[in-house]
T-cell receptor
Framework: GAVVSQHPSRVICKSGTSVKIECRSLDFQATTMFWYRQFPKQSLMLMAT?????????EQGVEKDKFLINHASLTLSTLTVTSAHPEDSSFYICSAYVTASTEAFFGQGTRLTVV | KQEVTQIPAALSVPEGENLVLNCSFTDSAIYNLQWFRQDPGKGLTSLLLIQSSQREQTSGRLNASLDKSSGRSTLYIAASQPGDSATYLC?????????????FGAGTRLAVHP
């Protein structure tokens, strides 16, 4: 299957700082990528849809100014958590689709801890 | 609003047992249903994808069925092994969100002990 690489896998940051998470499609081009968040023992929740060359689409209740998404190329989307707070501590994971396929491929995820 | 429920939330079995994990969804207007495996602190591995027009898919010891009209899917694991221990997630692609927006269940945490 297609490979989606996410980096870093773990990050600890101080409250008030910003953290950037990268999501790359390694062997295919992805015009659209998706960012999910997962709190402990809860389901994955879609945060936003990242569109190459245009603005991201955010789900209801997700602050677009806090979670900045950039999709500058067909193989890279980044999620920046700005002015992070302890309540932003979570597992963030991205996904992408191979064109003409309906199967989702996910990155390895990033465990963010804000102290 | 589409909701996905997985039962049981947790399961602990001895090695060798055949297992059934259940997934139900409230709106049958879906493109497909996908089963994933998630290991602790790790990403998701796609196990099986069932298109809305299909009834089941098989891969090795795994078999997934889909009854779209009743809003149910089951994942059958034959001859379970300790290496099968993980959280199993099901997700649907609803018509309302576009085929590539997934709605996930909370998962079934499976522990297979020797």
């Amino acid at each position: 299957g297609a490979v989606v690489s996410q980096h870093p896998s773990r990050v600890i940051c101080k409250s008030g700082t910003s953290v950037k998470i990268e999501c790359r499609s390694l062997d295919f081009q992805a015009t659209t990528m998706f960012w999910y968040r997962q709190f402990p023992k809860q389901s994955l929740m879609l945060m936003a849809t990242s569109n190459e060359g245009s603005k991201a689409t955010y789900e209801q209740g997700v602050e677009k100014d806090k979670f900045l998404i950039n999709h500058a190329s067909l193989t890279l989307s980044t999620l920046t958590v700005t002015s992070a707070h302890p309540e932003d501590s979570s597992f963030y994971i991205c996904s992408a689709y191979v064109t003409a396929s309906t199967e989702a491929f996910f990155g390895q995820g990033t465990r963010l801890t804000v102290v | 609003k589409q909701e996905v429920t997985q039962i049981p939330a947790a399961l602990s079995v001895p090695e060798g047992e055949n297992l059934v994990l259940n997934c139900s969804f409230t709106d049958s207007a879906i493109y497909n249903l996908q089963w994933f495996r998630q290991d602790p602190g790790k990403g998701l591995t796609s196990l099986l994808l069932i298109q809305s027009s299909q009834r089941e898919q098989t891969s090795g010891r795994l078999n997934a069925s889909l009854d779209k009209s009743s809003g149910r899917s089951t994942l059958y694991i034959a001859a379970s092994q300790p290496g099968d221990s993980a959280t199993y997630l099901c997700a649907v692609s609803p018509f309302s969100g576009g085929y590539n927006k997934l709605i996930f269940g909370a998962g079934t945490r499976l522990a297979v002990h020797p």
